[in-house]
């Protein structure tokens, strides 16, 4: 009896639950529905999406300065280092070689009216080189037995830097400037652009002659030299004190070689671009070559009543002038001595 009451009241119990709406009845797409209402799509997996490539949008630009920035620093510190590497290259370089400059002694050496030693008459100071030299009237012919233990030292000093480096063309010597290196000449170029004198990459580079002239000095009509124009005062940098007149009018340039001493006279220094064809080194015969040297200093900034004659030779100084991608300053001067 007790077990057939307990069925009829669980009976009942069911009997009260169906007429009772506990849950709505729903049909799938009813369900599907709520489901989207509860979860929109996109709150999921799509928003943390977005909000994972918006923050990569964030991070990537200040990566990216904080690489350029870093890769800056980098540059900056190896191009100082690679500036006082140089230097300190250069600077022991010059320890090597005794520079001398003949006259300075007290001999006559007037700037304008250039007078060599020992010249003996004095209606040929105004002569040309040219003319001197055919004359049998200038330093080159003379011996110069005072100068003799000099030369000897200078010749000794660029043999060993030649043992160094066998494309040491020379040695070039400004006063009152830090113009005071040995000159190079390669296969090209731009090797000697970014490398020292004994072939160590270096950014200050090296003063360097067109690899087209020649490796005899006498037998170029514009002996073309470069170097770089650089802030902290090496290699060309000093050419530009030539742009103010004192300089221009009282400096000479010293190219020391094997065979003597070139003593040249600035008679021309522009700003210019390299569409301007300044450094020109190949002439196929001296008429081209006096139009063109005397074209050229028709630019000059300052004039020194000087013209380019038969049997005259030119030296051409080329830098940059740290403005224009192309801007170049241009020195062209006149050799008017030779010591041998």
Excluded at 152 to 158: G, K, T
Excluded at 183 to 205: F, M, Q, R, S, T
Excluded at 245 to 274: H, Q, R, S, W
């Amino acid at each position: 009896m007790a077990k057939k009451k307990k069925k009829q009241q669980i009976s009942e119990e069911l009997d009260l639950f169906k007429d009772e709406e506990v849950l709505p009845s729903l049909s799938p797409e009813e369900i599907e529905a709520s489901a989207e209402e509860l979860c929109p799509a996109g709150d999921g997996t799509g928003r943390r999406k977005k909000l994972a490539a918006a923050e990569i949008l964030r991070i990537v630009p200040i990566v990216l300065f904080a690489s350029i920035f870093v890769v800056c620093i980098v540059m900056l510190i190896q191009n100082i280092s690679g500036k006082i590497k140089g230097d300190s290259i250069y600077e022991e370089a010059s320890k090597q070689f005794e520079v001398f400059i003949p006259g300075e002694s007290g001999a006559a050496t007037v700037l304008g009216n250039y007078t060599p030693m020992d010249m003996g008459a004095k209606d040929n100071s105004m002569q040309t080189l040219h003319d001197r030299l055919a004359s049998g009237h200038t330093d080159s012919s003379q011996g110069h037995s005072q100068y003799s233990e000099q030369l000897a030292n200078m010749r000794a000093s660029l043999s060993s830097l030649r043992d160094v480096n066998k494309e040491v063309f020379g040695w070039i010597y400004v006063p009152d400037t830090k113009i005071n290196y040995p000159i190079l000449k390669g296969k090209d170029n731009d090797y000697y652009l970014d490398h020292a004198y004994n072939g160590e990459p270096v950014p200050i580079g090296s003063i360097f002659a067109d690899f087209i002239c020649a490796d005899k000095l006498e037998d170029n009509y514009n002996l073309v030299l470069y170097g770089h124009n650089v802030t902290t005062g090496q290699m060309f940098h000093d050419m530009t004190n030539f742009l103010k007149k004192e300089v221009f009018d009282n400096n000479l340039i010293y190219i020391y070689t094997m065979e003597g001493i070139y003593v040249y006279k600035c008679v021309a220094i522009y700003p210019t671009t390299t569409d301007n064809y300044y450094y020109k080194a190949d002439f196929s015969d001296e008429g081209l070559f006096l139009d063109y040297a005397n074209n050229q200093i028709k630019h000059s900034k300052h004039n020194a009543n000087e013209t380019f004659k038969a049997g005259d030779k030119m030296l051409t100084l080329s830098t940059c002038t740290n403005g224009a991608q192309n801007g170049r300053y241009a020195l062209h001067a006149k050799l008017i001595d030779i010591i041998k």
